[in-house]
């Protein structure tokens, strides 16, 4: 059964940056058939993408984070992380990493794909305070 | 970037009842479509991808319908477990938006 688990420092100061790093079990992040992302959430708050990865290292990133931020793949130690740069308080949140399942046809062909999430990982919060 | 509108953004009900919850997108998204229930404390559990096929495991009181612009999400038979917030989430573009959830709680 597949596994996520994030893990980095709770707490950041504001300018710096948060590093987080999302650890599969259960399955390859090497998979061809599969997307990775990171989704965050404020206290209280709604749901917000912020960035999705391809085991081969292609990246799409919400447009209002765009330049702050960073996803990068480890085949070899079967991880993926997010770097988001000069942090303020409004990036305290509960930050979670997800799997996006593929498309599979009526035929059976698998065509990775980025669309829904499942399964989820617990969540870490991050508070950004000094 | 499409917005994504959810309504009631608060839902009281009772056990057994019937619910529904209304997500509507600012341009059409297709079918792409998910549901998610998210509980205090835990991560969200998708319910229903591609506007209305269920996840495997998912209770079939639990359904989904729409394309285009506007979806429902439907519990057909309320029970304790589904007090939770229910999140749509539209995949018609890369561009991934959540709405902003309907809580269901206890009338």
């Known amino acids: 059964q597949l596994q996520l688990q994030e893990s980095g420092p709770g707490l950041v100061k504001p300018s710096e940056t948060l590093s987080l790093t999302c650890t599969v079990s259960?399955?390859?992040?090497?998979?061809?058939?599969?997307?990775w992302g990171w989704i965050r959430q404020p206290p209280g708050k709604g749901l917000e993408w912020i960035g999705s990865?391809?085991?081969?290292?292609?990246?799409y990133y919400n447009t209002s984070l765009k330049s702050r931020v960073t996803i990068s793949v480890d085949t070899s130690k079967n991880q993926f992380s997010l770097k988001l740069s000069s942090v303020t308080a409004a990036d305290t949140a509960v930050y979670y990493c997800?799997?996006?399942?593929?498309?599979?046809?009526?035929?059976?062909?698998?065509?990775?794909?980025?669309?829904?999430?499942?399964?989820w990982g617990q969540g870490t919060l991050v508070t950004v305070s000094s | 970037d499409i917005q994504m509108t959810q309504s009631p953004s608060t839902l009281s009900a009772s056990v057994g009842d019937r619910v529904t919850i209304t997500c509507r997108a600012s341009?059409?998204?297709?079918?792409?479509l998910a549901w998610y229930q998210q509980k205090p404390g835990k991560a969200p559990k998708l319910l229903i991808y591609?506007?209305?096929s269920l996840e495997s495991g998912v209770p079939s009181r639990f359904s989904g319908s729409g394309s285009g612009t506007e979806f429902t999400l439907t519990i057909s038979s309320l029970q304790p477990d589904d007090f939770a917030t229910y999140y749509c989430?539209?995949?018609?573009?890369?561009?991934?938006?959540f709405g902003p959830g309907t809580k269901v709680d206890i009338k």
């Open positions: 997800a799997r996006q399942p593929p498309r599979i046809t009526i035929f059976g062909v698998v065509t990775p794909s980025l669309n829904w999430f499942d399964p």
């Open positions: 259960g399955g390859s992040i090497s998979s061809s058939s599969y997307y």
């Open positions: 990865i391809y085991y081969s290292g292609s990246t």
């Open positions: 341009q059409s998204i297709s079918s792409w």
């Open positions: 591609d506007a209305s």
């Open positions: 989430q539209q995949y018609n573009s890369y561009l991934f938006t």
